[in-house]
Nanobody
Framework: VQLVESGGGLVQPGGSLRLSCAAS????????IGWFRQAPGKEREGVGC????????FYADSMKGRFTISSDNAKNTVYLQMNSLKFEDSAVYSC??????????????????????WGQGTQVTVSS
């Protein structure tokens, strides 16, 4: 499994970015993809996840409304659309993969140990 994130960069407060997580070695129909972020000096924080095979998504409560996860299964890519960005959204954003579990198990997505493959991450900096 290989996951490669892209799309990070510098954005002003209130702006938007779309991150991509390109997967290889797996078929998204069979895997769930999660997004996490980590700011300097802070623990890794869950953003949300998607089961591309059926479109089910879960989000951390603090991420609902501004962040949207979607997938293009033909491109084997998952996206994280981030809107109304704030200074505190600055972090390294990483995607992770796990073979799709039953939905009642996927609800436990917001644990680092739930995932068994990780990308290297992409830096998002929100600054004026």
């Amino acid at each position: 499994v290989q996951l490669v994130e892209s799309g990070g960069g510098l954005v002003q407060p209130g702006g938007s970015l779309r991150l991509s997580c390109a997967a290889s070695g797996i078929t998204l129909d069979d895997y769930a993809i999660g997004w996490f972020r980590q700011a300097p000096g802070k623990e890794r924080e869950g953003v949300g996840c998607i089961s591309p095979g059926d479109g089910i998504t879960f989000y951390a409560d603090s991420m609902k409304g501004r962040f949207t996860i979607s997938s293009d299964n033909a491109k084997n890519t998952v996206y994280l659309q981030m809107n109304s960005l704030k200074f505190e959204d600055s972090a390294v954003y990483s995607c992770a993969a796990v073979r799709t579990p039953p939905v009642h198990i996927l609800r436990r997505w917001n644990r680092i140990t739930f995932w068994n493959a990780w990308g290297q991450g992409t830096q998002v900096t929100v600054s004026s």
